[in-house]
């Protein structure tokens, strides 16, 4: 049974770069899910940021691609999430998902870690 | 404004049978048998209900179908309960550049 557990400042400031860890247990990051990440703002809808598989190039989402860096980490089972030049309409829950996928494909999102409020503001 | 358009609420008393649409375009739902569907409670990260158009993971209840017609899919959910009060999210695979799309969220009130 996958599960992951996002961490991360709960505050931003304006300009600055976001940066969260999603921890893998129970299974390996290296055995065939895209891991990633999507958002949402208090009271929104869902936008998925982007997913990576640990030895191929990352998906990112088109409006965020520019600012997004999704990298896993094989050795200690996790993977992160680097937003730069954030502002407050990147204020949102992240969450960390895992999906299985390949070959451009993303399925669907069958394992959800339980999120994180990430606020920007100075 | 999201990229799959869903109604912004749908209500139904314990028993009844809803559906909730989702609509998209030739790019996403219309080409991919990739549609999904979430459940979300309040303050509660969200849980996936159907896959790849109509298939359910392992737990989730049977009430729960999904269905796809052209460029719309739709969940139905059956004998409805009160715990099925909810947000439900769709999503679709959008192919090699877009990626993944989601709709706005249907907000289900259990009467």
């Known amino acids: 049974q996958v599960q992951l557990q996002e961490s991360g400042p709960g505050l931003v400031k304006p300009s600055e770069t976001l940066s969260l860890t999603c921890v893998v247990s129970?299974?390996?990051?290296?055995?065939?899910?895209?891991w990633g990440w999507i958002r949402q703002p208090p009271g929104k809808g869902l936008e998925w940021i982007g997913s990576?598989?640990?030895?191929?190039?990352?998906y990112y989402n088109p409006s965020l691609r520019s600012r997004v860096t999704i990298s896993v980490d094989t050795s200690k089972n996790q993977f992160s999430l680097n937003l730069r030049s954030v502002s407050a309409a990147d204020t949102a829950f992240y969450y960390c998902?895992?999906?299985?996928?390949?070959?451009?494909?993303?399925?669907?999102?069958?394992?959800w870690g339980q999120g994180t409020l990430v606020s920007v503001s100075s | 404004q999201s990229a799959l358009t869903q109604p912004a609420s749908v209500s139904g008393s314990p028993g009844q049978s809803i559906t909730i649409s989702c609509t998209g375009t030739?790019?996403?739902?219309?080409?991919?048998?990739?549609v999904s569907w979430y459940q979300q409670h309040p303050g509660k990260a969200p849980k996936l209900m159907i896959y790849?158009?109509?298939k359910w993971p392992s737990g989730v209840s049977n009430r729960f179908s999904g269905s796809k017609s052209g460029n719309t899919a739709s969940l139905t959910i059956s004998g409805l309960q009160a715990e099925d009060e909810a947000d439900y999210y769709c999503?679709?695979?959008?192919?090699?550049?877009?990626?993944?799309?989601f709709g706005g969220g249907t907000k289900l009130t259990v009467l």
């Open positions: 998902v895992a999906s299985p996928g390949g070959g451009g494909y993303l399925y669907y999102f069958d394992y």
């Open positions: 129970g299974y390996s990051i290296s055995s065939g899910y895209f």
């Open positions: 990576s598989y640990h030895s191929a190039s990352p």
């Open positions: 030739s790019s996403d739902v219309g080409t991919y048998d990739l």
């Open positions: 790849e158009v109509s």
């Open positions: 999503c679709s695979y959008a192919g090699y550049s877009t990626f993944v799309v």
